[in-house]
């Protein structure tokens, strides 16, 4: 399979995810999986999709992110579960003037369509945006 495109790309990955117990890693180099293909860059440039009770192990031990399709409600979720666990909330980021949009762009979070579920932002960078007071 190859894509060309952010479109394709959806698409794709919605049919993969589609399959019971499936998942759809993302690496720099090639990984283990039923279906490998190379696709637009996000952590590399190499996918692949498999059973994850097969596969997700060994691409673990690759470096492999696992992707996740999400709509606007689950990315809100995402960057809930990150502020909190950085010790903030998204009522803080209107405080020290910080878009939702900037905030999914420091935690690594789309505004919709894929994301790295292990995507992450050192609580410092927020901080250091939040003590300058610049929007």
Avoid: I, K
């Amino acid at each position: 399979m190859h894509v060309r495109g952010a479109a394709e790309d959806a698409a794709a990955l919605r049919l993969l995810l589609a399959q019971p117990g499936w998942a759809v890693w993302n690496a720099p180099r090639p990984l283990h999986g039923e279906v490998r293909w190379a696709g637009p860059f996000r952590r590399g440039a190499c996918y692949a999709a498999g059973p994850a009770a097969r596969f997700a192990t060994r691409n673990a031990d690759l470096g492999a992110a696992t992707l996740e399709l999400v709509d606007e409600a689950r990315l809100l979720e995402l960057l809930d579960e990150r502020l909190a666990a950085d010790g903030y909330s998204r009522a803080e980021l209107a405080d020290c003037g910080m878009s939702v949009r900037e905030a999914c762009v420091q935690y690594g979070l789309p505004r919709t369509g894929v994301v790295d579920v292990r995507a992450s932002l050192a609580a410092a960078a927020l901080a250091r945006h939040c003590r300058s007071g610049t929007p």
